[in-house]
């Protein structure tokens, strides 16, 4: 057993050994603050460019895993080449599955340019190119043949209807008969006139010069498809003829490119059919204007840049904050035209992966898997190194619209999950391809031993972060609390705590308080200051439960004594608040042989671990005292007014010293606090959150007023976790609060029972008189009662 001395309350840092005064006359870094496991992990995934070998970053919120990794990964890929540009060309001969282009680094937007540069031309070329006096007369030619055709039919029925006195009469393109009658033409009122039987003669050479017409004019649609088609391949040989300078230039640029030069053979095969229809036609030609002509063009032939990269760039680094397909993937984008969705390769979007190719994709593991189809579609494009755009992947209401089919994009990317350590293991578990994908583990410590060097990075992480926010300089003093601050959060004096997050939170409202003093460094009193005041903001809850016991609606005993009572004590971690509560915790015994009931877990409130604790006081009762007889007992233990679930084995030494306050029917000192898991051999094992414990009651006890004789004993093995505040160690010092570190359950109860615990002798008996020989007795005479019943 030992009373704590001052010194070992809290580890005092001092920086006395650096040279400096404040944070001005160091200099910045930002690199890794330990994590050695994890930074040589992060380096073997970054440079092995095998595939398989993606990373998942795992480890606590707040301990700068992002940031870290984010900028180590940064830094790989300035010294990467560029990766290639990628963009969707229009397919001429299925317009739903758009032709994907790879280019080198830079060249997208110059062959957009060059592109739009040709569509100018174009508009430049047409419809002055109809205007050559070649094509003119080729095209009066083709005009000439068919009218020859026609007038030789129309003079050999003019010829015969001479023969038949018949005159043959154009009107409005339409072909007449009029009968000639004493040399002069009839129209309908003279012939009329006529007797019955020239008119009957007249009716009858009619009647056969309109069948002798029919057979002449006979071929006349064929004339005219002959005549239009002949024009039609007159205008696309004039089209292809004008533009064959205009696309041999853009091959010439691109003679290396064989994807460019395979698309620049579809277009030209394609082209002269949108350029008649757009020149050809006079109508057409008036009712366009110039602007909706180029866009018209543009909407054809220029490439669509899903992604492009400045060749002096690097490789690329994307963090994606929402992973869900489409953002992953890309999309199809839709008008509406009459009410119904249409689409075109100019519409297509890019997603990460495309962006991030050749490079590195940064991903929360956890927003990745509650997105639908999305991990399952990453797992496949990494297999097989390919992006398939599929619209029902994220809009099912898009089923029924015509939609596209993209090409498949090749993709070579290096991905990065951060996540839990639970995701880990779970995707592990039960993924079997996770392992294949994901072979490299990159694991953040959930410490950082401290030691000269670490500090002195960590001044220096501190001195960066102040920079990039322009907050003040430190001082060497308000640097030592903010250390004192990680060691209290890491619950050790010799390890830092690796959530920086959480001293960068200390540090912008230290400085909002130094200027507010108007002063040109932060301080010390800045940072106690800020730490004092995030306590009164989170401090509402703790606040309210302490005054409900200085009311007394919570039943707790500062002093005096109590039979089968015992004051234990508690953590509750409510969001980012933890604070201590003391607990009262209760014992009674009885005749009988139910055991020892938990009535926590009777209750469903006690869980798992905490109803582990109680069962092992059943051991340690049975080893240290029924070896000669059966441990036959009844025993009931509570935790006091609490509502809510409990877990943990820490209050088990507190339910032993009130079970056996109860079987010796010996009072427990109501002055001290107590704190500690044991085993069945009566060993007193470290528990977590011993600092804020420790507060809980002496806050307490200050309230009610300190007298000297309160105190708290807590587990020896929890020495090295102490990082107490000033107050409770202050109090220690003058005596006015205590804390005593056992190791073995008889030197709590020797503190709390204030009787002699008593030794066996050589026979294996207890003193009668001493705590031991009064619980052994006791239990004895409950075995025995039994047998004789």
């Not at 024009?231 to 041999?248: F, G, H, N």
């Not at 609606?553 to 109590?562: F, H, S, Y």
Request: proline share 4%.
């Amino acid at each position: 057993m030992t009373k704590l001395t001052v010194d070992l309350l809290k580890n005092n840092v001092s920086l006395a050994y650096m040279n400096f005064e404040t944070t001005a006359e160091l200099e910045a870094d930002i690199g890794f603050l330990g994590h050695e496991r994890a930074k040589a992990a992060l380096e073997l995934g970054i440079n092995i460019p095998s595939s398989g070998y993606n990373l998942f970053v795992m480890g606590e919120p707040g301990t700068g895993r992002q940031t870290l990794v984010s900028r180590y990964v940064r830094e790989k890929a300035e010294q990467k080449t560029a990766p290639s540009d990628w963009c969707y060309v229009n397919n001429f001969n299925n317009t739903s599955e758009p032709l994907a282009l790879e280019l080198p680094s830079g060249q997208a937007s110059k062959l957009v340019s060059d592109i739009e540069h040709f569509i100018d031309e174009l508009l430049d070329t047409f419809p002055a190119a109809f205007e050559n006096p070649s094509y003119q007369r080729r095209k009066a030619q083709i005009e000439r043949t068919f009218n020859q055709k026609y007038d030789q039919a129309i003079a050999n029925v003019d010829r015969k209807a001479s023969g038949l006195d018949v005159a043959v009469i154009g009107e409005n393109g339409s072909i007449l008969f009029a009968p000639v009658y004493e040399g002069k033409a009839l129209d309908e009122t003279e012939f009329a006139q006529l007797p019955e039987e020239p008119k009957m003669l007249y009716l009858s050479r009619i009647s056969e010069l309109e069948e002798f017409l029919n057979e002449q004019l006979l071929e006349l649609p064929q004339w005219r498809r002959e005549a239009s088609e002949q024009s039609r391949q007159l205008d696309i040989e004039t089209i292809a003829l004008a533009v064959r300078p205009l696309i041999k230039k853009l091959e010439r640029k691109y003679q290396n490119r064989i994807g460019v030069l395979r698309y620049f053979r579809e277009l030209r095969e394609h082209l002269p059919r949108v350029v008649l229809e757009l020149f050809g036609d006079e109508i057409q030609l008036e009712s366009r204007t110039d602007h909706e002509r180029r866009q018209v063009l543009v909407s054809t032939y220029s490439p669509n840049i899903l992604v492009e990269h400045s060749p002096t760039e690097g490789a690329p680094v994307i963090y994606e904050l929402l992973p869900s397909y489409a953002n992953l993937f890309g999309r199809i984008e839709y008008t509406i035209n009459q009410g119904t969705p249409v689409t075109n390769y100019r519409l297509i979007k890019p997603g990460s992966l495309v962006k991030a190719s050749g490079g590195y994709l940064i991903l929360d593991a956890e927003k990745l898997l509650i997105e639908p189809l999305a991990w399952d579609a990453l797992k496949l494009a990494l297999k097989t190194r390919q992006i398939k755009l599929d619209a029902s992947g994220y809009d099912a209401t898009l089923y029924s619209a015509v939609t596209l089919t993209p090409q498949s994009v090749d993709i070579n990317v290096k991905i990065i999950l951060i996540g839990s350590r639970d995701i880990y293991y779970q995707l592990q578990a039960y993924d079997p391809e996770f392992s294949e994908l994901f072979r490299v583990l990159v694991d953040f410590d959930s410490y950082i031993p401290r030691s000269e060097g670490t500090m002195d990075h960590l001044i220096r992480r501190l001195k960066h972060y102040s920079e990039s926010k322009n907050y003040a300089h430190l001082t060497r003093r308000a640097v030592e609390r903010m250390i004192e601050y990680s060691l209290r959060q890491a619950e050790h004096k010799e390890r830092l705590s690796p959530r920086m997050v959480g001293l960068f939170e200390i540090m912008a409202e230290a400085d909002y308080l130094r200027s507010r003093d108007e002063r040109d460094v932060i301080d010390e009193q800045h940072i106690l200051g800020a730490l004092k005041a995030a306590e009164v903001r989170n401090g509402r809850i703790s606040e309210q439960l302490m005054q409900e016991i200085a009311e007394g609606t919570v039943l707790i005993d500062t002093d005096g004594a109590r039979i089968g009572q015992v004051n234990g004590l508690t953590v509750m971690e409510l969001g980012e608040t933890r604070f201590g509560q003391p607990a009262r915790i209760t014992a009674t015994v009885y005749a009988g042989s139910n055991g020892i009931v938990d009535i926590e877990k009777e209750s469903e409130l006690g869980q798992s671990i905490h109803s582990k604790g109680v069962m092992l006081l059943t051991g340690y009762l049975g080893q240290k005292y029924a070896r000669e007889f059966p441990l036959i007992i009844s025993a009931n233990l509570a935790m006091e007014q609490s509502y809510g679930h409990i877990d943990g084995d820490s209050a088990s030494l507190a339910e032993l010293v009130a079970l056996v306050s109860a079987i010796a029917e010996v009072p427990v000192s109501q002055t001290f606090a107590v704190t500690g898991s044991i085993n069945q051999h009566g060993e007193v094992q470290a528990i977590g959150g011993v600092n804020e414990k420790i507060e809980g009651f002496f806050q307490l006890c200050r309230d009610r007023e300190l007298t000297g004789k309160q105190g708290v004993i807590i587990p020896k093995d929890n020495i090295k976790h102490l990082m107490l505040n000033d107050d409770v160690i202050a109090a220690v010092k003058a005596g006015m609060f205590s804390i005593h570190a056992v190791d073995r359950v008889e030197q709590a109860m020797e503190i709390l029972l204030d009787e002699e615990i008593g030794e066996a002798d050589n026979t294996g008996h207890y003193p009668v008189d001493s705590i031991n020989g009064k619980v052994w007795q006791r239990l004895k005479v409950m075995a025995d009662y039994d047998r004789g019943s």
